[in-house]
């Protein structure tokens, strides 16, 4: 199966790369096979245009890759090239940037792109004026990178295993390790970084060469599988968790163990530690735990990750309601871009048999539902509530559901803006 795909993808981009093909696709604006509706559209459009199937079937499955890619290459995508799985990966343009800024920082002049996919990260590094050799195994995938980073006279595509690519006169690398594997029913995910393509101990081996690495891994990444001589950085675009990057040698700042950084509408902001993860830190009572208090907040999910609830407590002046959950609480409003905040309004035991009576009384229809500690599906439970509410049903509400101890709570609440 992973043949297959792999063989297509290297047919469809060389019907692309012929004069015919490259012209065609760069005349069509992305948005227009934005939906598959438009898709078929844009196929039927071609077809009868007298282009050749198999042309158009490359060019508008192109088209659904760049207008994809516009959520993370922007305007960019419009002149790259992609595949399924490259595009899958690949890294967002402005959090490229920000791992080139590493790198730049450092005085690093010569980086290796080891597994480079794409080519997003080492687009970014050419950007920095960086001398960037991108390595990939995959023939098609390296097609593409080669093309992505023509405009750079620093970047180099070299089409071989990264694990056995030469270092010599390199100072930096960077690696985005395969974490999918392909089988007959399709892509899956791999949580053992070993298991990663190239694994997490041959980035250990390459910092132990004196290099300056960084790599991404996936945001789920164990505390105890992190390297005690790195820095780890979780990051969140728009409440969204994208990676927690590792930084050796020259890239890891001082002073700088565990980091959160929280990319948002109005700019970043990021919470930072010298200290070792240390999850029992509540249970010891190092950090303070109260009741439900006026105010709700759940810390952006690179905060967790990272373990920096502490630290955010410290900055809000706020407290856990349970030693095992992320929640916190204060008596007063609080405006940070580390957490969403909500206003509480009444505070229930959780009985879906009085919720459904809350919501019938409330003409409740529209429910939003967080949880954490507790084993709920909230779409489920959404559909259990709202189930024979009538057609003045058209209230808003939100819920959090979570536990206090043993006690299963409901609350109410109201976002803050």
């Given at each position: 199966?992973?043949?297959?795909?792999?063989?297509?993808?290297?047919?469809?981009?060389?019907?692309?790369?012929?004069?015919?093909?490259?012209?065609?696709?760069?005349?069509?604006?992305?948005?227009?096979?934005?939906?598959?509706?438009?898709?078929?559209?844009?196929?039927?459009?071609?077809?009868?245009?007298?282009?050749?199937?198999?042309?158009?079937?490359?060019?508008?499955?192109?088209?659904?890759?760049?207008?994809?890619?516009?959520?993370?290459?922007?305007?960019?995508?419009?002149?790259?090239?992609?595949?399924?799985?490259?595009?899958?990966?690949?890294?967002?343009?402005?959090?490229?940037?920000?791992?080139?800024?590493?790198?730049?920082?450092?005085?690093?002049?010569?980086?290796?792109?080891?597994?480079?996919?794409?080519?997003?990260?080492?687009?970014?590094?050419?950007?920095?004026?960086?001398?960037?050799?991108?390595?990939?195994?995959?023939?098609?995938?390296?097609?593409?990178?080669?093309?992505?980073?023509?405009?750079?006279?620093?970047?180099?595509?070299?089409?071989?295993?990264?694990?056995?690519?030469?270092?010599?006169?390199?100072?930096?690398?960077?690696?985005?390790?395969?974490?999918?594997?392909?089988?007959?029913s399709g892509t899956s995910r791999i949580f053992?970084?070993?298991?990663?393509?190239?694994?997490?101990?041959?980035?250990?081996?390459?910092?132990?060469?004196?290099?300056?690495?960084?790599?991404?891994?996936?945001?789920?990444?164990?505390?105890?599988?992190?390297?005690?001589?790195?820095?780890?950085?979780?990051?969140?675009?728009?409440?969204?968790?994208?990676?927690?990057?590792?930084?050796?040698?020259?890239?890891?700042?001082?002073?700088?163990?565990?980091?959160?950084?929280?990319?948002?509408?109005?700019?970043?902001?990021?919470?930072?530690?010298?200290?070792?993860?240390?999850?029992?830190?509540?249970?010891?009572?190092?950090?303070?735990?109260?009741?439900?208090?006026?105010?709700?907040?759940?810390?952006?999910?690179?905060?967790?990750?990272?373990?920096?609830?502490?630290?955010?407590?410290?900055?809000?002046?706020?407290?856990?309601?349970?030693?095992?959950?992320?929640?916190?609480?204060?008596?007063?409003?609080?405006s940070t871009p580390m957490a969403k905040s909500?206003?509480?309004?009444?505070?229930?035991?959780?009985?879906?048999?009085?919720?459904?009576?809350?919501?019938?009384?409330?003409?409740?229809?529209?429910?939003?539902?967080?949880?954490?500690?507790?084993?709920?599906?909230?779409?489920?439970?959404?559909?259990?509530?709202?189930?024979?509410?009538?057609?003045?049903?058209?209230?808003?509400?939100?819920?959090?559901?979570?536990?206090?101890?043993?006690?299963?709570?409901?609350?109410?609440?109201?976002?803050?803006?």
């Amino acid at each position: 199966m992973a043949n297959q795909n792999s063989e297509a993808a290297a047919s469809q981009l060389a019907i692309l790369l012929t004069p015919p093909g490259w012209e065609l696709l760069n005349s069509i604006d992305p948005s227009s096979a934005g939906t598959k509706e438009a898709a078929l559209n844009l196929n039927l459009t071609l077809r009868k245009a007298g282009h050749p199937v198999e042309l158009v079937t490359a060019v508008v499955q192109q088209a659904q890759l760049r207008s994809k890619a516009r959520v993370k290459f922007g305007p960019f995508a419009d002149r790259m090239v992609f595949t399924p799985a490259g595009l899958e990966q690949a890294t967002r343009l402005k959090l490229a940037g920000l791992h080139a800024q590493r790198y730049t920082r450092a005085g690093i002049t010569k980086v290796a792109d080891l597994g480079c996919g794409i080519g997003a990260d080492s687009l970014a590094l050419a950007s920095a004026e960086i001398d960037v050799t991108a390595v990939e195994l995959d023939e098609t995938t390296a097609a593409a990178a080669t093309l992505n980073l023509m405009p750079w006279p620093s970047a180099t595509v070299v089409n071989a295993d990264a694990m056995d690519f030469d270092l010599t006169g390199f100072t930096g690398v960077w690696l985005d390790p395969a974490r999918r594997t392909t089988d007959t029913s399709g892509t899956s995910r791999i949580f053992d970084p070993e298991a990663f393509s190239p694994p997490l101990s041959f980035v250990e081996s390459l910092a132990d060469r004196g290099l300056a690495v960084g790599v991404k891994m996936g945001p789920g990444l164990p505390h105890a599988a992190v390297p005690k001589t790195c820095e780890v950085q979780w990051v969140s675009i728009n409440g969204d968790v994208t990676e927690a990057a590792l930084w050796f040698g020259p890239l890891a700042r001082p002073g700088v163990r565990r980091a959160a950084l929280v990319i948002g509408e109005n700019g970043a902001t990021e919470l930072t530690s010298s200290t070792d993860f240390d999850p029992d830190a509540a249970l010891r009572g190092d950090v303070p735990v109260g009741e439900i208090d006026a105010f709700i907040h759940e810390p952006d999910g690179a905060v967790i990750r990272a373990g920096l609830i502490d630290e955010l407590l410290k900055q809000t002046g706020g407290h856990l309601i349970d030693g095992h959950i992320a929640y916190f609480s204060t008596a007063e409003s609080i405006s940070t871009p580390m957490a969403k905040s909500y206003r509480v309004l009444a505070i229930r035991p959780y009985h879906v048999k009085n919720l459904r009576a809350w919501v019938k009384s409330e003409k409740i229809g529209v429910l939003d539902i967080k949880k954490r500690g507790m084993d709920v599906t909230p779409e489920e439970l959404r559909k259990i509530l709202l189930a024979g509410t009538g057609k003045d049903a058209k209230n808003k509400a939100t819920l959090i559901l979570t536990r206090v101890g043993d006690t299963r709570l409901a609350i109410e609440v109201e976002p803050v803006s």
